[in-house]
């Protein structure tokens, strides 16, 4: 163990565990440093060998979940390439969409978006055929013939 020199480091891949000796009380104590969910880890160890090990098992795991963080599984994959092709026509990106609609089912909570949508046109519509009075006062007048409205009302509205 004289030919060791600290901090004795661990690497595997991106993931880097350094091992600090770290003598108290006149007894020897290492010291694995790493970082792990964004929190610094200290664990302590009375042999070098046991830190040594457990540095390994670390990067090891921290490797995993690395790995598993960055790879999508065959139907996250699909369900992504799906939302892309589905939106894409649009311009809008993923991110963009996801909080469009998150912000939409806030507002509107088990109601589709769908149906909010079709309400809205139907108030607001976007494409309206241009015609001229005369024609829109005879189709108003007919549309109250075939309702069965009174002769005194049509005469009001003519």
Avoid at 33 to 38: E, M
Avoid at 59 to 88: K, P
Avoid at 90 to 119: C, K, M, N, Y
């Amino acid at each position: 163990m004289k030919n060791k020199t600290f901090p004795y480091v661990v690497r595997r891949w991106s993931v880097t565990i350094k091992i600090y000796r770290t003598p108290s009380h006149g007894c020897e104590s290492f010291t694995l440093s790493y970082y792990q969910d964004g929190v610094r880890e200290r664990p302590a160890f009375t042999d070098f060998d046991l830190a040594k090990a457990e540095a390994e098992a670390v990067a090891n795991r921290l490797i995993r979940t690395d790995a598993d963080i960055l790879t999508l599984t065959t139907a996250n994959r699909a369900a992504y390439l799906r939302a892309r092709q589905l939106i894409d026509p649009f311009g809008v990106s993923l991110e963009a969409a996801a909080a469009q609609f998150a912000d939409a089912r806030t507002i509107l909570g088990d109601i589709p978006l769908s149906h909010a949508a079709e309400f809205y046109i139907k108030r607001h519509p976007v494409k309206l055929e241009l015609k001229p009075v005369k024609t829109v006062v005879a189709e108003l007048l007919a549309a109250k013939e075939a309702d069965g409205c009174s002769e005194h009302y049509l005469e009001c509205l003519r």
